[in-house]
């Protein structure tokens, strides 16, 4: 993530749909991780946005096609945004969640977004450009998909594992074979609480494309967040460089609080 340019938060849409039975029929192992009457699936957003916290440059938008979306990002400059779930969930329980990504503008954009688990609040927000929208969220293990080379990036088309809301240091990084920018791709996220395993998949929207496993790291998310409960969703931001920064399809499948 870079330091010398402004960030911006690209707007996203979400819209979730999946039950828990649905999760199960498509990945049962991540489903298995705890016993279903302990677990809830649960939509992320009703047709008002009531169960969302959005800050900054984000809002909930509507495209022509009558799906709503998070955009975190509305391609202006040094933009930010958050949006968060207002349902919290248990830090300390597997978890998995999927969501669709459309970074895009009519050249070249930055920054990027990111996908986090987080301890400080539903008004969490952090800088802009490099920043991602997450420097600053220090109770946070956060998952970014990184569309512009800073200082510390292996390039402009990365994934990284973030811990405490600093960019500039990466637990890990992954370099997918789909663009992140430029055209929609989906993304799941799995936590397994009792093995502290955390995994990043993602796959191209276009038919057959196939799922591929990006990250399988270490982290124990309870511990670094600080917290036993807590709020998930997603930061994002601009620079110099812009870009729309959309999320929708997004499902959830975690214990509530």
Do not use: C
Request: charged share 20%; proline share 4%; no cysteine.
């Amino acid at each position: 993530m870079h330091l010398s340019r402004t960030s911006r938060l690209a707007r996203g849409g979400l819209l979730a749909t999946a039950v828990l039975s649905m999760l199960a029929s498509v990945h049962p192992a991540s489903a298995a991780a705890a016993p279903s009457a302990q677990r809830q699936s649960h939509p992320i957003t009703d047709a008002g946005g009531r169960n969302l916290a959005l800050n900054g440059t984000a809002s909930l938008i509507t495209w022509n096609t009558g799906r709503r979306l998070i955009q975190l990002t509305s391609a202006g400059f040094q933009q930010m945004g958050s949006a968060w779930s207002t349902e919290r969930v248990g830090l300390n329980r597997s978890f998995e969640t999927s969501f669709k990504v459309y970074l895009h503008s009519s050249k070249d954009g930055a920054d990027g977004i990111a996908f986090l688990f987080q301890g400080e609040g539903p008004r969490a927000l952090g800088g802009w450009g490099g920043g991602l929208g997450l420097r600053g969220i220090a109770k946070s293990v956060a998952v970014a998909f990184d569309t512009y080379q800073n200082t510390d990036d292996p390039n402009s088309n990365h994934l990284a594992v973030i811990l405490n809301g600093n960019p500039d240091r990466h637990l890990a990084t992954a370099t997918p074979s789909i663009p992140l920018f430029g055209k929609p791709f989906v993304a799941r996220i799995s936590y397994n609480a009792e093995e502290h395993r955390l995994r990043v998949y993602v796959r191209g929207l276009y038919p057959r494309a196939a799922e591929k496993l990006m990250l399988d790291e270490s982290v124990d998310v309870a511990q670094t967040t600080g917290a036993q409960e807590g709020w998930v969703g997603f930061t994002g931001s601009t620079g110099e460089l812009v870009s729309r920064q959309d999320v929708y399809d997004w499902t959830v499948d975690a214990p509530k609080a």
